[in-house]
């Protein structure tokens, strides 16, 4: 079921669950996610298991679904021979997907909610450079690249944009400019390591940047290590005196070389009620992240 409440409201008394890593969904049950689109192929190829993806997180008890477009942009569609209109027709899709696994999911009838995911120029690429940021391009220049795939998206609908994996500053004035006065509120979400940005900026001043941005009703980090989101929640909610977001990976590390995930998972839902009482009000999980731990999440914060 979808809801006349809004996102906001629900994150000012929260705390509210947030979905798992949408690939590891895809990937277990047998997608191939090794193209450059990543997860957005499905949108293009086979959308339905996209929407399957989405249902499977809110029957384990998630109360918001992150979209498939987060890898999907204008520039990506058209290396695999879509126009512009067609890339247009599979960013709304991305909702539409995630909308009607609100509506038709199983369980427990909550208010269900859809984030319009909007990843960073460098997930474009498809070459690591999300990780790093300082692609060399002006805040100008980022605004521009953005803009377009996000007047899109908020044409489609969604509830709130999710604003996620973030490098540095300067992508995060670009798209603080781009949602100013588009009408849906945003939430922004930095990818972080030691207490900065993955550009290397203190997280302090990264934060500070959404302190006054109305349009933005959380502010935070995701696809770090759950040990990162221990001090990046207490930052976040130091600085903005806004609700934090927060949904690291597993913990483990990705081996690019070998194409693999090393080590052990340091992901544990008892660490999501210091999150919680530290200030985060949407907790989740990224990549690696899947159905079982969002809903030992779930139980944990509405103590059942």
């Known amino acids: 079921m979808s809801t006349t409440e809004s996102l906001a409201a629900a994150v000012a ?3 509210v669950v947030l979905d798992g890593g949408l690939s590891n969904q895809l990937a277990a049950a047998g997608h191939d996610l090794s193209d450059a ?22 029957e384990a008890g998630a109360d918001v679904a992150i979209t498939a477009s987060y890898q999907a942009t204008f520039e990506g569609f058209a ?3 879509a126009g512009r209109e067609r890339a247009a027709e599979l960013l709304a899709l991305s909702v539409r997907c995630a ?7 199983a369980g427990p009838r909550r208010p269900r909610w859809v984030a319009a995911s909007v990843g960073p120029y460098g997930a474009m690429l498809a070459d690591g450079s999300e990780y790093r940021g300082r692609y060399g391009l002006s805040v100008a220049e980022l605004e521009r690249f953005h803009r377009p795939r996000l007047e899109v998206l908020v044409a489609a609908a969604p509830d709130v944009l999710a604003l996620e994996t973030i490098p540095d500053t300067d992508e995060a004035e670009a798209l603080l400019r781009v949602v100013r006065g588009l009408g849906v509120p945003a939430w922004l979400s930095y990818s972080a390591a030691g207490g900065r940005t993955r550009a290397g900026q203190p997280l302090e001043d990264a934060f500070a940047l959404a302190a006054r941005a109305d349009e933005v009703i959380a502010v935070g ?12 929640v207490a930052v976040a909610a130091r600085v903005t005196d806004k609700p934090v977001v927060v949904y690291p990976n597993s913990g483990e590390r990705w081996d690019a070389r070998a194409r693999a995930w090393t080590g052990e998972p340091t992901f544990s839902p008892s660490r999501v009620t ?12 990224c990549c690696r ?9 779930a139980r944990t914060l509405r103590g059942s």
């Open 13 to 15: 008394d929260g705390p």
């Open 37 to 58: 689109l990543w997860s957005a192929r499905l949108l293009a190829d086979e959308p339905e298991a996209v929407t399957a993806a989405h249902r499977a997180y809110f």
């Open 79 to 81: 290396r695999r021979g």
């Open 99 to 105: 909308r009607t696994a609100a509506e038709g999911a």
């Open 221 to 232: 980090v995701n696809c770090c290590t759950p040990e990162d989101a221990d001090h990046a």
């Open 274 to 285: 210091g999150w919680r009482d530290a200030g985060a009000r949407l907790i989740g999980g």
């Open 289 to 297: 992240v899947g159905p079982d731990t969002i809903t030992s999440i």
